[in-house]
């Protein structure tokens, strides 16, 4: 996906596409498994502050251009979104937490299983979330 492209994510979302904007942006998409702060923080090396990273993540939250995800790891990891519209329950997909090597695993063909929720409750999202040991590491 080249910067024209991220552009038009941002802009569809109603937000500037800043340099530090962009730059975030293209991280998420190469990204292979959602990546926290700090994994964003080593991949952009020093072209940008750690602040000014958290900023762009939150704002690309609260604009839901991101899914930010608890995997139990004590710090969120992100990955962007792709609906053009708003996040609804339908865009969440299950997530596998490997205990040993600490990823985060999409597994995006699998749905989040429908809940059968009270009535006056309305959820906003789902966050579904497995734990073990991935392939990788039980060899």
């Given at each position: ?16 596409p ?73 865009d ?6 490997c ?41």
């Amino acid at each position: 996906m080249n910067s024209i492209d991220i552009e038009n994510i941002l802009n569809r979302k109603g937000v500037k596409p800043t340099s530090n904007r962009i730059l975030v942006a293209k991280e998420l998409i190469k990204a292979s498994h959602p990546v926290s702060l700090a994994d964003l923080e080593i991949l952009l090396g020093f072209s940008m502050e750690k602040a000014s990273i958290f900023r762009v993540l939150e704002l690309f939250s609260e604009q839901e251009i991101v899914h930010v995800i608890e995997d139990g790891s004590r710090s969120f990891k992100y990955e962007l979104c792709y609906s053009k519209t708003h996040h609804t329950i339908s865009d969440q997909h299950v997530h596998f937490y490997c205990e040993r090597c600490k990823e985060t695993y999409c597994f995006e063909s699998e749905c989040v299983p429908l809940v059968n929720i009270p009535e006056g409750f309305y959820p906003h999202a789902i966050n579904y979330m497995i734990k073990g040991i991935c392939p990788k590491c039980s060899r």
